[in-house]
Antibody, heavy 124, light 106 residues
Framework: QLQLQESGPGLVKASETLSLICTVSGGSISSSSYYWGWIRQPPGKGLEWIGSIYYSGSTYYNPSLKSRVTISVDTSKNQFSLKLSSVTAADTAVYYC????????????????WGQGTLVTVSS | SYELTQPPSVSVSPGQTASITCSGDKLGDKYAFWYQQKPGQSPVLVIYQDRKRPSGIPERFSGSNSGNTATLTISGTQSMDEADYYCQAWDSSNVVFGGGTKLTVL
């Protein structure tokens, strides 16, 4: 059974960089059928996609966050990571990593396995 | 940028049918996906490719997508179905989520 686990600091100071790692177990991050994504959810609010990465390093980013986001992959560790720079209180959220299903063509992109999420609070 | 619009809340009586809509420009030309999220838990995929159910999702969950609206239908709603529901689509190389609908089973 595929499992994803987020890890990283739960508290980040404003203006600094948020860094999280997602460790994938029960499957290979190098599979050709999937991207691997980050999604966040501010307390009491909805889901916001941050971006997704392929094992080769190819990425998709949310345009609204693109200038501050870097997603990278380490296939040797079966991990991918998120860096979000210049954080503010608005970046306080539960951050989820998830497996991003990709089609051969078309709009069949979705998330079928999710991590448990990790709360990151930005302090002033 | 592409937007998906959901009603903030829907209420249903136990045993009745709940319908949650998701609206977006020409959404019917894309695939729609639905996630269920219970308090304190991660989202769970309940419908993919408009109408398909992942393994383990009860048959009472169904979906449709046409024109500008996708609909998640829960037949014979149970108290355990009380949750937030999010629709999702893919547009111009971006994942887009709807704002979410809180389903209350009264």
């Amino acid at each position: 059974q595929l499992q994803l686990q987020e890890s990283g600091p739960g508290l980040v100071k404003a203006s600094e960089t948020l860094s999280l790692i997602c460790t994938v177990s029960g499957g290979s991050i190098s599979s050709s059928s999937y991207y691997w994504g980050w999604i966040r959810q501010p307390p009491g609010k909805g889901l916001e996609w941050i971006g997704s990465i392929y094992y080769s390093g190819s990425t998709y980013y949310n345009p609204s966050l693109k200038s501050r986001v870097t997603i990278s992959v380490d296939t040797s560790k079966n991990q991918f990571s998120l860096k979000l720079s210049s954080v503010t209180a608005a970046d306080t959220a539960v951050y989820y990593c998830a497996r991003h299903q990709i089609p051969d063509s078309g709009s069949n992109h979705f998330f079928d396995y999710w991590g448990q999420g990790t709360l990151v609070t930005v302090s002033s | 940028s592409y937007e998906l619009t959901q009603p903030p809340s829907v209420s249903v009586s136990p045993g009745q049918t709940a319908s949650i809509t998701c609206s977006g420009d020409k959404l019917g030309d894309k695939y729609a996906f639905w996630y269920q999220q219970k308090p304190g838990q991660s989202p769970v995929l309940v419908i993919y490719q408009d109408r398909k159910r992942p393994s383990g999702i009860p048959e009472r969950f169904s979906g449709s997508n046409s024109g500008n609206t996708a609909t998640l239908t829960i037949s014979g709603t149970q108290s355990m179905d009380e949750a937030d529901y999010y629709c999702q689509a893919w547009d111009s190389s971006n994942v887009v989520f709807g704002g979410g609908t809180k389903l209350t089973v009264l």
